[in-house]
């Protein structure tokens, strides 16, 4: 017998974006790129006033940052709030924990001639320090831990966009990066491919100011004995890996492509694996991120 339909719906959950971490990891930038995202955006919010938020929340998405900065902040009180938010069935809590360098920030700290929350009287690499020890337990739990040392503005951006963005469709979106070892890996990378055994158009004068998106270069490359057997192996990795990610509820997944340049192999490589994700009906999106700009 047919169960009657009681006109009931799932209850819609409230979006929750917290944002901690090390100071001058980029807390700000990346709670601005949330609220261009759609979140409402709240600075610097009391742990206290956590809860009684989201009861207010009327189903808007909030992104909202708390750290070190905060009045009376408390690893231990705001590991327990998100425990306790974590278990409601109507919020959706994600906690996204910025890190960088000690030197990066260090620098960023000078740069900015800001003080330290947690050395206000004391070296800048103090508070480091002692941040950095104080926040690992926080780092551990974190849903999302973004290094942001070599991360430029619009790579936070897309990072961001990529596991946070209202309306995108569901399941999981892979980035595809191509770079050069000289100016070391990308810090949000999954999954790192080395492509530097490939021949090099770079040895190749004709070639060598073209980029792996010319076809000349490509041809070159294709023609190396072990490029299919590379790129047959990878899609073979691939195939059964990805689905697992997605039924695990990853939404984002960064995959780097490198070789020495980041300009000639490691691009077509990327551009290859890129249009074989389209091919498997996967989200996906395309940089190259140290591929000169044209002209």
């Known amino acids: 017998m047919d169960t009657p339909d009681t006109g009931t719906r799932p209850q819609a959950r409230h979006r929750l974006v917290l944002i901690s971490g090390l100071s001058g990891a980029g807390h700000s930038s990346s709670l601005k790129i949330l609220e261009d995202l759609g979140h409402e955006a709240i600075d610097n919010l009391p742990i206290v006033l956590l ?5 207010h929340a009327e189903g808007r998405p909030m992104a909202v940052t708390i750290d070190t900065r905060t009045r009376g902040f408390s690893v231990a009180a705001l590991e327990a709030e998100i425990a ?15 890190d960088a360098d000690d030197e990066i920030l260090q620098r960023r700290f000078t740069e900015t001639r800001r003080r330290h929350p947690l050395a ?9 320090r002692r941040e950095r020890l104080e926040l690992h337990p926080l780092r551990a739990m974190a849903d999302v831990v973004l290094d942001t040392s070599l991360t ?9 966009e990529g596991h946070f963005g209202i309306g995108a469709a569901p399941g999981l979106y892979v980035s595809v990066v191509s770079f050069s070892f000289k100016r070391g890996l990308p810090r949000e990378a999954d999954l790192v491919f080395d492509v530097r055994f490939l021949d090099n158009p770079h040895w190749v004068p004709a070639l060598r100011p073209q980029t792996g998106q010319n076809p000349e270069v490509q041809a070159m490359i294709r023609r190396d004995i072990q490029f299919d057997p590379f790129m047959a192996s990878l899609f073979g990795l691939l195939e059964p890996l990805l689905p697992r990610y997605n039924r695990e509820g990853k939404s984002y997944l960064t995959i780097a492509v ?7 192999r490691s691009v077509f490589v990327a551009e290859t694996l890129a249009a ?4 498997q009906g996967y989200r996906r999106g395309l940089i190259h991120r140290d591929m000169p700009a044209p002209g």
Do not use: M, N, Y
């Open 51 to 55: 809860g009684p938020l989201v009861e």
């Open 84 to 98: 306790v938010l974590r278990a409601r069935r109507d919020t959706d809590v994600k906690l996204l924990f910025l």
């Open 120 to 128: 206000i009287d004391r070296p800048v690499a103090d508070g480091i």
């Open 152 to 160: 430029s503005p619009q790579d936070l951006r897309r990072i961001v």
């Open 276 to 279: 074989w994700l389209d091919g």
């Open 258 to 264: 490198g070789c020495t340049g980041g300009k000639h």
